[in-house]
């Protein structure tokens, strides 16, 4: 009842929001500009989020039933990307890897880093939310002699996968705001379109108000998608337990 | 070659003298976010609708707009309303912002765990709202959540490099400037980010500390 509150806040924020840029003159100008910025972003956004999450599941199984030197790599990875900034990272990748000889697209530096860093995070969201299933499910599935990987992949994992995903939801957000750095590293997103119309045409406040408007419409839809999925979880989680 | 140990030497010194400027920003910023949070989250409680639902709009609206494009707004749309800011001040501020809808929403875990007898028992006395949070609600709504703040303060802290978009000396500006003075970019930004990962491995562990200590303390 409360969130339902706050997005009909932000909805409403938005659309004034919206109304207000609409108004403002040389809207159209900055439009398709914007728009061409906004496809960019979502790309990474997309493309982050899959390889986040991705790695978060590999590094958290590993961490949790890999063999040691694996383990250890694991942890190494998490800590890693855990404990370092995400400019400090997309900027190791993109200069100091063509030092070591290898040299990648800016876009793939991009989605590389981001999907990593947040994928650090996500390892630990899987393990939490394996952690938080009931030992009872385990036994059971010692109890009916199947391998780990078999009760790990029928039974533990669909239920953990309910508890991850609102905190996946924040970290995609996180994703889709940190997307805003690789405007940094030559790629023409949606903050590199603002900043490069900033000193063209210094229309500072249209331009600024519009991209913010952009990343909170872009959030909304995150939001909603994520709710809209643990709904169908929840629901087929159900059915698989009345079975 | 990949790595210079003489130009690693001559750069360490330059770096640990930016780095004050990082912590300065990190400590600025955070308690800016820290009292900032603090006002938020007793506004979005407010009883009436007018103050809570913006205040709860707002949190929402600088929780999911990037922190980089609010630097730049702070940065380059306040001047057009007539306040200039520094370069750092202005990051100080962003940072303060961002971090301090996040720190609201950790006050608020805190402030609705409180029992309602407290706030009865306030009325009963006839505390003042501002006495009832002074002396009864903060002090038993604040310590629980410090360890949660201090999370916060760990992420505010590797943050700071995004300051280096609006050309603030910090540690990855001046790596940066480094790095393209002598066309050596491994040494500076591999530095910065050990730096960094030091910095948060130590403030982890402290954080952990701190939350044991608490846990002893306020049983």
């Known amino acids: ?243 | 070659m990949f790595w210079d140990w003489a130009y690693t030497w001559e750069i360490v010194p330059v770096l640990a003298e930016a780095s004050i400027v990082t912590i300065e920003a990190t400590v600025a910023g955070f308690t800016l976010a820290a009292v900032v949070g603090l006002l938020l989250a007793i506004l979005r409680m407010s009883p009436r609708t007018w103050v809570s639902l913006p205040t709860a709009g707002l949190v929402e609206f600088i929780r999911s707009t990037p922190l980089l494009i609010q630097i730049f707004f702070i940065y380059f749309v306040l001047p057009e309303f007539g306040i200039t800011l520094g370069a750092l001040t202005a990051g100080i501020l962003a940072l303060g912002l961002h971090y301090g809808s996040y720190c609201s929403e950790v006050y608020r875990a805190g402030l609705e765990n409180i029992p309602r007898g407290q706030w009865e028992a306030s009325i009963a006395l006839n505390l003042s709202p501002y006495h009832t949070f002074r002396d009864v609600i903060i002090p038993q709504a604040v310590p629980p959540v410090v360890p949660a703040l201090g999370n916060y303060f760990v992420a505010l802290f590797k943050e700071t490099p995004l300051l280096s978009a609006i050309a603030v000396l910090e540690l990855m500006q001046t790596a940066k400037i480094l790095g393209s003075e002598t066309f050596r970019y491994t040494e500076p930004i591999t530095l910065v980010g050990l730096y960094f990962l030091v910095f948060s491995l130590v403030a982890a562990a402290l954080v952990r500390r701190l939350e044991y200590w608490l846990k002893v303390r306020w049983r």
């Open chain 1, 1 to 243: 009842m409360h969130t339902r509150g706050i997005i009909a806040v932000c909805i409403i924020l938005s659309f004034t929001a919206g109304l207000a840029v609409a108004s403002f003159a040389g809207f159209r100008e900055f439009l398709p500009g914007l728009l061409e910025g906004a496809r960019i972003t979502v790309l990474i956004t997309v493309l982050g989020c899959a390889l986040a999450v991705a790695m978060a599941f590999l590094a958290a199984i590993t961490r949790m039933y890999g063999p040691a030197p694996l383990r250890w790599l694991a942890i190494t990875y998490i800590e890693l990307f855990r404990g370092t900034s995400a400019l400090v990272q997309l900027f190791w990748l993109f200069f100091v890897l063509p030092h070591f000889g290898i040299t990648l697209e800016p876009l793939t530096v991009a989605v590389v880093a981001l999907g990593l860093n947040v994928g650090a995070y996500g390892a630990e969201v899987v393990r939490g939310a394996i952690d938080a299933v009931p030992r009872g499910q385990w036994e059971a599935t010692i109890a009916l002699n199947m391998s780990r990987m078999a009760a790990l992949k029928r039974v533990i994992l669909p239920q953990a996968v309910l508890a991850m995903i609102p905190p996946w939801g924040n970290l995609f957000i996180e994703l889709m705001k940190a997307t805003a750095l690789v405007s940094l590293i030559t790629i023409s997103d949606l903050a590199f379109k603002a900043s490069q119309m900033n000193q063209t045409t210094y229309r500072t406040v249209e331009i600024f108000t519009i991209v913010l408007v952009f990343y909170l419409a872009i959030a909304a839809v995150i939001t909603v998608g994520m709710r809209a999925l643990e709904r169908v979880a929840a629901r087929g989680l159900a059915r698989g337990r009345a079975q």
